[in-house]
């Protein structure tokens, strides 16, 4: 089955604890994208990689790291969390479709609460 | 750059009835429009798009409906059914972007039985 995973699916941490959200595709796609979801605010892109080792800063990428090591992998990285980073995440994959309409998998989501 | 205005935030309708979501776009070399369903406790789902050369196009109950000249686009939901709840996002996209898509803050559509 195509899909996008993420773990973990429910994560409540402490201020300054680095931790790592895991985010893996099965569809063989060259763009992944982490977005962070807060009520009113939709969906806010945080960073992105058209393939492997090529990351780039979305909107509001400041307190997170990723890296993309391989192809199906992106993980997102908070290495000192703090609560304004308390969001819904979510990880997408996406591939070129014809005439530049493609299509973006979105992943269950991860609902982080940093105390 | 692009910027993606969506209304209303909240819309609540008679199960049976008609929605209608509007988005306004600011980019006019924008050419691609997607709009997403977000189901509770799940990640958005593309429902249908739009390309800039299309004015409409339609899938079963669902359609969208594209202004180039006013920079617009709607979703439009006949017959609403109470599964049709949800939280919907339009989002525009430039040929030159790179998958990269600029989202509207979305529409809680609540479907009263």
């Known amino acids: 089955e195509a899909q996008v995973t993420q773990n973990p699916r429910y994560l409540i941490t402490v201020t300054g604890k680095k931790l790592t959200v895991t985010c893996s595709q099965n569809?063989?796609?060259?763009?992944m994208s982490w977005y962070r979801q807060d009520p009113g605010l939709g969906l806010r892109q945080i960073y992105y990689?058209?393939?492997?080792?090529?990351?780039d800063k979305g909107d509001v990428p400041e307190g997170y790291k990723v890296s993309r090591k391989e192809k199906r992998n992106f993980p997102l990285i908070l290495e000192s969390p703090s609560p304004n980073q308390t969001s819904l995440y979510f990880c997408a994959s996406s591939s070129k479709g014809l005439a530049g309409s493609y299509e973006q998998y979105f992943g269950p989501g991860t609902r982080l609460t940093v105390t | 750059g692009e910027n993606v205005e969506q209304h209303p935030s909240t819309l609540s309708v008679q199960e049976g009835d008609s929605a209608v979501i509007k988005c306004t776009y600011s980019d006019s070399a924008s050419n691609y429009f997607p709009w997403y369903k977000q189901e509770l406790g799940k990640g958005p789902q593309l429902i249908i798009d739009?390309?800039?050369n299309v004015g409409e196009k339609k899938d079963q109950r669902i359609a969208v409906t594209l202004n180039k000249t006013a920079k617009h686009f709607s979703l439009h939901i006949t017959e609403t059914q109470p599964e049709d709840s949800a939280v919907y996002f339009c989002a525009a996209s430039r040929w030159d972007s790179n998958y990269q898509l600029i989202w509207g803050a979305g529409t809680k559509l609540i479907i009263k039985p």
């Open positions: 569809m063989n796609h060259e763009y």
């Open positions: 739009i390309r800039s």
């Open positions: 990689s058209m393939n492997v080792e090529v990351t």
